[in-house]
């Protein structure tokens, strides 16, 4: 066997890096900022040796484009919009480690829900 057994994670974090022409009538989350995001995230993810525990992974579109960059959240089901660099750590902390979705920085359940 090439690979050990892979530790399932206890939440796994997928962020919207889709991109799009500029004309695309449907914008992209990597037009609003996506990269700066998953940058934030892989940062303090490597600083604090949260990989193994937690899992990163880069997606393509998750759906409402308009409220992007997007970021979801499983096994939760919980799914962030128009997040900034500045919104990981308080992600990470609260959500990730504490357990408690940041609710103010939630996607509105009339936009997906
Ligand atoms: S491009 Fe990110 S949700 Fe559609």
């Not at 690979?3 to 037009?31: D, E, L, T, W, Y």
């Not at 393509?60 to 900034?84: E, F, H, I, R, S």
Request: glycine residues 10%; proline residues 10%.
């Amino acid at each position: 066997m090439i690979f050990g057994k892979i530790p399932k994670p206890k939440k796994h974090v997928f962020i919207c890096v889709q991109n799009r022409p500029a004309m695309h009538p449907r914008g992209s989350c990597v037009a609003k900022g996506a990269t700066a995001v998953y940058e934030a995230f892989a940062r303090q993810f490597e600083k604090e040796k949260l990989f193994g525990e937690f899992a990163l992974t880069t997606t393509g579109c998750l759906g409402p484009c308009m409220k992007g960059p997007t970021v979801l959240v499983y096994p939760d089901g919980v799914m962030y919009a128009q997040l900034k660099p500045e919104d990981v750590p308080g992600i990470i902390e609260q959500h990730l480690k504490g357990g408690k979705p940041v609710e103010d920085l939630m996607i509105s359940p009339n936009i997906w829900g």
